[in-house]
């Protein structure tokens, strides 16, 4: 089975920067996916790691550690607009395998 | 990036009809496609994964008689909600994975929001 855990909710400060975890076991793994998904919107790609270190774009960057199943989305200079759900979701050992969803950590930034 | 077009983007239906739900890679061939379902403040939940040219794969719990899935071509999934009624109301997202995507990304539709009446 598969089970992937991320925080429910985080608040932050325009300007700061946070760092949302998430923690995964599965059967068997061939990368990690980030997402953005604003309210009533479709998830929009933000990262894909499927080696372990730190993967950087601009304000946002990914790292992923496979041996501790274990991956951190860290957002820089955070602005309004980053207030949305982010998906941490993992992807099984061949490329028609299932991408599951973890439950998604929603993130409120204030002035 | 490349592009996943899903249609219709909402629908409103009686309760007791079907509904269908295209969706379609516009610049990439999808030998994999993944249905969702969203209720409202929870995450993506898997329903099935669709291969072009065999049945789909339906996760635990998904009644594969009442949600229809048809992998016809490498560009085209379709998902019929049956019989609809409105605990079936939901935003539906098809996900696609292009041929030979081992390392590369999902590209989503952009969503069906389906309420049954």
């Known amino acids: 089975g598969q089970n992937i855990d991320q925080p429910t909710e985080m608040t932050a400060t325009e300007g700061a920067i946070v760092q949302i975890n998430c923690t995964y076991q599965?059967?068997?793994?061939?990368?990690l996916f980030w997402y953005q998904q604003h309210a009533g919107e479709a998830p929009t790609f933000l990262s894909y790691?499927?080696?372990?270190g730190l993967e950087e774009k601009g304000r946002f960057s990914s790292f992923l550690s496979r041996s501790k199943g274990y991956s951190y989305l860290l957002l820089k200079e955070l602005q309004m607009k980053d207030s949305a759900s982010y998906l941490c979701?993992?992807?099984?050992?061949?490329?028609?395998?299932?991408?599951?969803f973890g439950s998604g950590t929603r993130l409120s930034i204030r002035p | 990036g490349a592009v996943v077009s899903q249609h219709p983007s909402w629908v409103i239906c009686k309760s007791g009809t079907s509904v269908k739900i295209e969706c379609r890679s516009l610049?990439?061939?999808?030998?994999?496609m993944f249905w969702y379902r969203q209720f409202p403040k929870q995450s993506l939940m898997l329903m099935a994964t669709?291969?072009?040219?065999?049945?789909?794969?339906?996760e635990q719990g998904v009644e594969k008689d009442k949600f229809l899935i048809n992998h016809a071509s490498l560009t085209l999934s379709t998902l019929t909600v049956t019989s609809a009624h409105p605990e079936d109301s939901s935003f539906y997202i098809c996900?696609?994975?292009?041929?030979?995507?081992?390392?590369?990304?999902?590209?989503f539709g952009q969503g069906t929001r389906l309420t049954v009446v």
């Open positions: 610049d990439f061939q999808a030998t994999t």
């Open positions: 669709s291969n072009e040219g065999s049945k789909a794969t339906y």
């Open positions: 599965t059967s068997g793994f061939n990368g």
């Open positions: 790691n499927v080696l372990d």
């Open positions: 996900s696609a994975v292009s041929r030979g995507g081992m390392n590369t990304e999902a590209f």
């Open positions: 979701a993992v992807r099984g050992y061949s490329s028609a395998s299932k991408i599951i």
